[in-house]
């Protein structure tokens, strides 16, 4: 067997060196020499931090990647990205590329699908692009509200300042601190009567057992009398009451007659002033009644 020479094995090892380290580039840029991956268009008019090897994404799963950007000299606007996607990614109509990075600034393209899965692009066709609008586009978008803001927060802070040197701002936290202290004291007041609360609670609730109690018990006693026959006896008491007022107002009877006799009205009074008569007579004239001697005789 006819052996090679060192000039020729080092050349073999050298052509050896180059493939592997080119396929290796490749490797490391995502692109493949014996890829099966579709190839689509991607037009734009800015494709700032876009370059060859970024990949392609769809739904946030990684689909393919950018193999390579074409610059038109002629027409400047128009920039073409040749992306390379997965055999199995379909493309729907109406779909478009924007060119999207992340928090560490890195660049992505985000494919945005179209509404129709049924309506399917060839390979070869081509898409719209642009840039997305992510979290630093829209900070920068606000740059200048913020800075037209910055005067009326200027102004804002100074009067701050000034409410902050006001002594009566002190005065006022002085006076809050007092009152937070008055609440606090009264808050352990009112947890101390609610404690002596709950400590007289089964006392009262005993008391009200037997105010319930009692209650009931009148209740039994009431609905144990004979409500009929006292209405009967107050029916008769009533009637009684009645007879006698009638005999009153009647000229029957002894007292009918003093309440509607006047000529006996009369008789009792004379009676009467004769009567007074007398016992004034007597006093003045005692002897004319009373005959009294020690020796037994009368007086003529």
Same mark, same amino acid.
Do not use: C, P, W
């Given at each position: 067997m006819k052996k090679?020479?060192?000039?020729?094995?080092?050349?073999?090892?050298a052509i050896v060196g180059i493939v592997i380290l080119y396929v290796g580039l490749q490797f490391l840029k995502g692109l493949t020499l014996f890829s099966t991956d579709r190839d689509y268009?991607?037009?734009?008019?800015?494709?700032s931090g876009l370059s060859a090897s970024s990949p392609?994404?769809?739904?946030?799963?990684?689909?393919?990647?950018?193999?390579?950007i074409l610059y038109d000299?002629?027409?400047?606007?128009?920039?073409?990205?040749?992306?390379?996607?997965?055999n199995q990614m379909r493309l729907p109509n109406g779909s478009r590329a924007e060119i999207a990075s992340d928090l560490l600034g890195n660049i992505k393209l985000e494919l945005v699908l179209g509404p129709n899965p049924a309506d399917i692009l060839s390979p070869g066709d081509t898409i719209s692009g642009g840039m997305q609008q992510g979290a630093m586009a829209q900070v920068a978008g606000m740059v200048p509200q913020i800075q037209a803001m910055l005067p009326k927060l200027d102004s804002i802070?100074?009067?701050?300042?000034?409410?902050l040197a006001d002594p009566a701002l002190k005065n006022s936290l002085h006076n809050i601190d007092q009152i937070t202290g008055n609440l606090t004291t009264t808050t352990n007041e009112l947890n101390a009567m609610a404690s002596a609360l709950n400590k007289q609670m089964p006392?009262?609730?005993?008391?009200? %057992? #037997?105010? +319930?109690?009692?209650?009931?018990?009148l209740t039994r006693n009431l609905n144990e009398l004979d409500l009929a026959a006292t209405m009967t006896k107050v029916n008769n008491t009533l009637q009684n009451v009645e007879q006698m007022t009638a005999k009153?107002?009647?000229? %029957? #009877?002894? +007292?009918?007659l003093l309440m509607r006799d006047p000529e006996l009205y009369n008789n009792l009074n004379a009676t009467m002033m004769h009567a007074d008569s007398l016992v004034m007579d007597l006093k003045q004239h005692p002897k004319r009644y009373v005959h009294f001697s020690?020796? #037994?005789k009368k007086d003529k």
């Open positions: 090679f020479s060192k000039e020729i094995q080092i050349a073999l090892v268009y991607v037009k734009f008019s800015d494709v392609v994404y769809a739904n946030g799963y990684r689909v393919g990647v950018v193999e390579r000299y002629e027409h400047r606007n128009d920039i073409v990205a040749v992306i390379g996607l997965d802070l100074a009067n701050v300042n000034m409410l006392s009262l609730v005993k008391n009200a %057992d #037997g105010m +319930l109690a009692n209650a009931n018990e009153l107002n009647s000229n %029957d #009877g002894t +007292l009918g020690i020796f #037994g």
